[in-house]
């Protein structure tokens, strides 16, 4: 691939058959409910969307790239990177266009396709009715609008604009910037800054990712905060182990997506150092272009490491796990990780930004550098019944003054608070 295009174009490395893609096209076009084509994090109620048009064609000067080009009245999160992910399994043959119609049925994450490489995902347009979205703000007298992640952002410093006096929160969910090549991460960091002007308030998930955008100068201290994603324990099966046939094992599980950020080199490396031991199981939850490359590799070795593949059994696989694993080269904040420890598992993860704010190092797990340290901090954990019971108590612990739903709510609250007390100090009596 040519060097210049290595951060801007999405990779894959198998045989694209482009006139069957070209037939899944057809399936995507029209309002359907797409369920199985959002993150299973989505707490969206309605995922119904229109797609108007969806196009592919081969790029003029490299016909090795292929564009594709989506156009719809809202998506929904990770939807249209799963779409170029399902047409991409057309393409290889893993199943035939027509299939598309029953994944859409289904209404289930697991039945489509992975998500795309993100490298290649960009934002061409946005159009929007500026007269409804503002007659909507004005008659339910809506005074703050609340955007998570990129592309709301955007949506909503742009109803400031419109409407000066409407109040803007803007949740960012990382800085993932770590893949950008020099101009498309000038771009980005250059928007962000203009966009400070029309926000009133900054939100970061961690406090890695808050000094990192200080660091960038993406806006000042004073307009931002820091409240971590808060969710609602898991319950834990007590029969998960007998479930899945992991009765007697000890069970180190990952959940990744198998793409560059979440380093499943990494994880294979450590995988394969316990490959002689036959009580221990990786277990990898999840999808994306390597898994195929991994399980032919942990075949030839004989590395000991289960692949489920997309999965809806996240909370009953999590409560066989013994040890959760993160090789992750960076993170906004980790929800698997979270989920995790609302469970009371120890957790060996990378030193990486978002990573270290889950993880106490010593206390409710281990932060590593590299591989042979992350195998000694497993050993210990397996072999060390005081301190794996003692880590156990400080995940739960951790979990429940930290990342509980309840503590989210209570800050943003207390957020939105603020800011009504500042409009009415500042506005004329």
Request: hydrophobic share 40%; with cysteine.
């Amino acid at each position: 691939m040519d060097p210049f295009l290595l951060n801007y174009v999405g990779k894959h490395s198998f045989d694209f058959n482009f006139e069957k893609a070209q037939e899944a096209l057809k399936y995507f076009i029209g309002e359907h409910d797409f369920s199985s084509f959002c993150s299973k994090n989505s707490s969206v109620e309605d995922k119904v969307r229109t797609i108007y048009s969806l196009t592919m064609e081969k790029d003029l000067i490299n016909p090795n790239i292929v564009n594709f080009e989506i156009t719809g009245n809202g998506f929904l999160y990770n939807m249209v990177r799963i779409i170029i992910g399902t047409i991409q399994n057309v393409a290889t043959g893993k199943y035939e266009a027509d299939y598309i119609k029953e994944i859409l049925e289904k209404k289930e994450r697991q039945f489509a396709g992975p998500k795309a490489d993100a490298a290649g995902l960009y934002l061409k347009e946005v159009v929007y009715d500026d007269d409804k979205i503002n007659k909507f703000i004005k008659d339910n007298d809506i005074e703050i609008v609340h955007s998570h992640g990129k592309g709301a952002g955007i949506y909503s410093r742009m109803l400031k604009i419109l409407n000066p006096r409407l109040k803007i929160v803007h949740t960012l969910h990382g800085v993932h910037i770590g893949e950008y090549g020099f101009l498309k991460k000038s771009a980005y960091i250059f928007l962000e800054r203009f966009l400070t002007l029309f926000t009133d308030k900054f939100i970061n998930v961690s406090n890695s990712e808050n000094s990192l955008c200080l660091k960038l100068r993406l806006f000042k201290k004073s307009k931002c905060e820091v409240v971590y994603n808060g969710i609602k324990a898991l319950l834990k099966d007590d029969h998960a182990k007998i479930k899945f046939n992991l009765s007697g094992k000890r069970v180190v599980t990952t959940i990744s997506r198998f793409d560059y950020a979440k380093n499943m080199s990494l994880a294979y490396e450590i995988a394969q150092n316990f490959k002689d031991n036959s009580k221990i199981v990786f277990l990898w939850l999840g999808d994306g272009d390597d898994r195929a490359k991994f399980e032919s590799m942990a075949q030839k070795d004989g590395v000991n490491i289960i692949f489920t593949g997309f999965t809806d059994e996240v909370p009953a696989y999590l409560s066989a796990t013994d040890i959760y694993l993160s090789t992750s080269r960076w993170e906004g904040l980790p929800y698997a990780l979270i989920e995790a420890q609302s469970l009371g598992i120890p957790i060996v993860a990378t030193n990486v930004v978002g990573n270290n704010e889950v993880v106490e190092n010593d206390k409710s797990g281990f932060l590593f550098e590299d591989a042979q340290q992350a195998c000694r901090d497993i050993e210990i954990l397996l072999n060390d019944e005081k301190i794996y019971g003692k880590m156990r108590g400080e995940a739960l612990l951790n979990f429940k003054d930290k990342f509980n739903i309840g503590a989210m709510i209570r800050k943003v609250e207390k957020i939105y608070e603020q800011i009504f007390e500042n409009r009415s100090t500042r506005e004329p009596q």
